[in-house]
């Protein structure tokens, strides 16, 4: 197993319902640790920009309306197999398909506003990450 990190996003509707809290403590009772954290509220630009690869789908002036509509919690984690630990807690996609005990399936209310967003590879994990933070916000800790 190899030491990753990954860019977990507690998006717009999860904030504004608090649960900030609630789903920062699952990665760490899951043996992420946060490297980085930041809160933002992304421009329509930005959004556009972060989420260039999906500029072609059909959901894309939702999702970039979701991601805009009150600030976000961005966070960097770092852990063994962090990328796809991070994807079983999240759950799949569609918060409906989703098992209770995930993120999505405890929270998600539908597959625009699924609550958290994490990387898919460590190629976009390092994309992502850059995105939000520079090499001076990571503060990975001393073992
Ligand atoms: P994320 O990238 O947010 O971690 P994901 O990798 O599970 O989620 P992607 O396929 O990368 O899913 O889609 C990015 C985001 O776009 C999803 O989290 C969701 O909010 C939105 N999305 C994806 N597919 C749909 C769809 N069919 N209808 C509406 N929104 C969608
Ligand atoms: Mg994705």
Redesign the pocket.
Known sequence: MAVERTLS?I?PGAVAKNLIGNIINRFEEHGLRIIAARMIHLTQEQAQAF?A??RE????P??VA??TESPFIALVLEGENAIARN?EL?G???PSKAAPGTIRGDFGK?????T?????APETAVTEIAFFFSHVDLFPRAR
Do not use: A
């Open positions: 996003i998006k989420y690869i999906h789908r059909p959901f894309f939702e999702l979701y991601m994807r999240m799949p996609t569609d539908s597959i625009t506003r699924n958290v967003h994490g990387s898919d």
